[in-house]
């Protein structure tokens, strides 16, 4: 009982300036990435619809960066490539302070969402010399708790800016994002981890490995079958339950603004906790077990359409829902990304790493239009659809997954 219940936080003596640069990244996303369309509606000229078409056209190009950078991932390594996303996205925020035509915007799209791709295929890598092999699970944990203090960090911050009718204050928060990113670039420029030198040595002994290998690999191409999955179910939060929660159920805004709150501060506050308790698990059957969790959610998500007439057990039943769904968010997470590492090679992995990415890449461009469209279609849509594409992706995707793990290699 002891040890499920001790309370385990990764060494981090070493890797002090990972862990800084990581927050900085995420508050550094989480200020404006959900203000955008306001942003530019703020201080440009252009209808909504032309900048949501400049948005999506910026977003959707940049989607395709992670399947171009796998040979740099090899070339350069995760931690001088992550530096070079960061400084991508500071730029793109930079060049919002003088988007005001659709061209430039898509521009500042293409170049924000560009360097978040190039960080986040570069992160898995950066995990890895962090935690020099050793409690790799945990350290996943850690960094989806990071990454959602840091969001929820930005985003208050920017809501409070935009309350103020001021555009000077708008640009005071691009600006602030931009400086974020670019001390992200310099902690990481700062930081020395020991197995740096290790995977230099070694880069030139192993093969290449290019796009149609990854995808001709049966046990990695299964994974990013699953990945893809949650990646879907991930676009819950920023996608659906606002919009479920107000305007098709009829709930005030602060409840489901309070349902987003609170997965990010579970997430925040437990998922290290989670990882540690879990990492000798095998993590195939954690996955599954996000899954069966994820399914559930949505039941007890949908259900709650049925209880319009009392909005107490309607509220009682999303809340629910959001506990179990924070619950499968906690336990796939870590999972899913040490799969990615442990599946690849070794080294010279930069394209299997950008396969990785390319679900997620892939899931938020498609994603916004289906759910948008479902949404707008009727109250059980989106969750009947919800439920089938996790049937269809556990289904195909764990026909013969394994990832038995050794805690004392991972």
């Known amino acids: 009982m002891k040890t499920t219940l001790k309370i385990s936080v990764p060494n981090l003596k070493r890797s002090r300036l990972f862990v800084a640069s990581t927050i900085l990244n995420a508050t550094g996303g989480g200020l404006i990435m959900a203000f955008m369309m306001i942003y530019f509606d703020r201080t440009t000229t252009l209808t909504l ?51 005001r035509d659709p061209f430039t915007i898509m521009l500042t799209q293409f170049f924000t969402q560009a360097g978040s791709h190039i960080f986040w295929t570069s992160n898995r890598g950066l995990v890895s010399l962090a935690s020099g092999g050793k409690g790799t699970q945990t350290w996943f944990g850690l960094i989806a708790s990071i990454r959602n203090i840091g969001l929820g960090l930005g985003t208050i911050f920017t809501s409070l800016a935009f309350s103020v009718d001021s555009d000077s204050s708008l640009h005071f928060i691009i600006i602030a994002s931009a400086s974020l990113y670019f001390l992200s670039c310099l ?28 995808l001709s690999d049966p046990s990695y191409r299964q994974l990013l079958i699953v990945n893809f999955g949650l990646v879907i179910a991930a676009m819950v939060i920023p996608l659906v339950i606002v919009i479920y929660a107000t305007k098709q159920l009829g709930l005030p805004a602060f409840f489901s603004g309070g349902l987003v709150i609170l997965n990010t501060a579970i997430v925040a506050l437990i998922s290290t906790h989670i990882a540690s308790w879990t990492k000798e698990n095998d993590p195939v059957q954690n996955i599954k077990l996000a899954y069966y969790l994820n399914i559930l959610s949505f039941i007890i998500f949908w259900c709650a359409s049925i209880t319009l007439n009392n909005q107490i057990v309607t509220g009682g039943l999303l809340i629910v829902a959001m506990l179990i769904y924070s619950l499968a968010e906690m336990l796939s997470t870590p999972s899913v990304n040490m799969l990615s590492i442990k599946l690849a090679p070794e080294v010279n992995n930069g394209n299997y790493m950008a396969a990785f990415q390319m679900t997620w890449s892939a899931g938020m461009t498609l994603s916004p239009a289906i759910f948008g469209w479902l949404l707008d279609m009727n109250t059980h849509s989106t969750w009947i659809v919800l439920l089938l594409l996790t049937a269809v992706t556990f289904s195909l995707g764990f026909k013969n997954l394994k990832g038995g793990v050794n805690e004392y290699n991972y």
């Open 49 to 99: 619809s032309i900048i949501g078409v400049a948005i999506a056209t910026g977003r959707a190009l940049s989607s395709l960066v992670p399947v171009l950078i796998g040979r740099l991932l090899d070339r350069l390594g995760p931690k001088k490539l992550s530096i070079w996303g960061d400084f991508i996205s500071g730029a793109g925020f930079v060049m919002c302070l003088f988007a």
């Open 187 to 214: 902690a990481l420029l700062m930081w020395h981890p020991v197995a740096v030198q290790t995977v230099k040595n070694s880069h030139n002994k192993a093969e290449s490995h290019n796009i149609r290998k990854v």
